[in-house]
C-alpha cells in the first residue's frame, strides 16, 4: 500500500537514499499500548502532494491507520478527550475499512527501507483516484450511519430546525418526542402549521 509522507526538504535526498529510521526519522510520538511510541506519519489521501513529500511503500503488518481530524482536534484544544478518541481511532491497516475516516492518517511503527520508497511522479495519478474514491466512501459510510443511528438522525433535523428558526424570524419550531421514540416536529409560519414525524 503506498503512503504519503511529508519529510524535511533537508532531509530528503538522504532518506531517498538511505530509505527512515524510525529512531531518527520518526515525526510523530503516541501513547499506545500504555507506553509512548515513536512513528513515521504519512497519509492514505494527501489533499495535495507537496515537494517535501515521499512516497512509501508500507508493510501492513507493521502500520496502523488513524482518524486524523480527531488529532487536529487534540492539538487545536489541548482537549484530553479528542486524543483519547484519536488513540481509539487506531487500527491495523487490514482492519481499516476504506472510507471509514475522513482524513485517514497513517502510522508506521519501524524503519522504512531505501527499495520501498517510490518516485512520487509515479503516483499522482494514483493519489488523486483515491482522494477521490475516499472523499466519496467517507460520505457514504456517513450516510449510512446517520440513518442506521435514529439517535444521530434526530439531533441532525433538531439542529436543522433550530437555526431555520433563528435565520428566519417568522418560522418558529417546536420538536416533541414520544414515548414510540418517534420525533414530531411542528413548524409555524404565520398563519401555517405543519408536523413533520420521524
Known amino acids: 500500500m503506498i503512503i504519503y509522507v ?4 533537508n ?7 538511505n530509505g527512515m529510521n524510525i529512531e531518527k526519522d520518526y515525526n510523530k510520538k503516541i501513547g499506545l499500548w500504555g507506553v509512548y511510541v515513536k512513528c513515521i506519519s504519512g ?11 515521499i512516497a512509501v511503500n508500507v508493510d501492513t503488518q507493521r502500520a496502523y491507520i488513524a482518524n486524523h481530524d480527531l488529532w487536529i482536534a ?11 478518541m484519536y488513540i ?17 492518517e497513517v ?14 511522479k509515479e503516483t499522482t495519478s494514483l493519489c488523486d483516484k483515491i482522494l477521490y474514491q475516499n472523499d466519496q466512501i467517507y460520505i457514504d459510510c456517513l450516510v449510512e450511519k446517520i440513518s442506521q443511528n ?3 438522525a434526530k439531533h441532525l433535523i433538531v439542529d ?34 405543519w408536523t413533520v414525524e420521524i
Open 150 to 152: 435514529t439517535n444521530v
Open 43 to 53: 497519509f492514505l489521501t494527501p489533499k495535495h502532494i507537496a515537494a517535501d513529500c
Open 88 to 104: 481509539a481511532s487506531i487500527v491495523n491497516i487490514k482492519k481499516y475499512r476504506f472510507g471509514e475516516y475522513r482524513v485517514p
Open 160 to 193: 436543522y430546525f433550530t437555526k431555520l428558526s433563528l435565520k428566519d424570524g417568522d418560522i418558529t419550531t417546536e420538536v416533541v418526542e414520544k414515548g414510540n421514540s418517534k420525533l414530531y416536529v411542528f413548524i409555524h409560519k404565520n398563519e401555517y402549521a
Open 11 to 17: 532531509k530528503k535526498k538522504m532518506i531517498l537514499e
Open 6 to 9: 511529508p519529510v524535511d526538504l
Open 107 to 120: 502510522l508506521i511503527v519501524s524503519h522504512v527501507k531505501k527499495e520501498d520508497i517510490v518516485d512520487v
Open 74 to 84: 487534540y492539538k487545536l484544544s489541548k482537549n484530553e478527550v479528542f486524543n483519547k
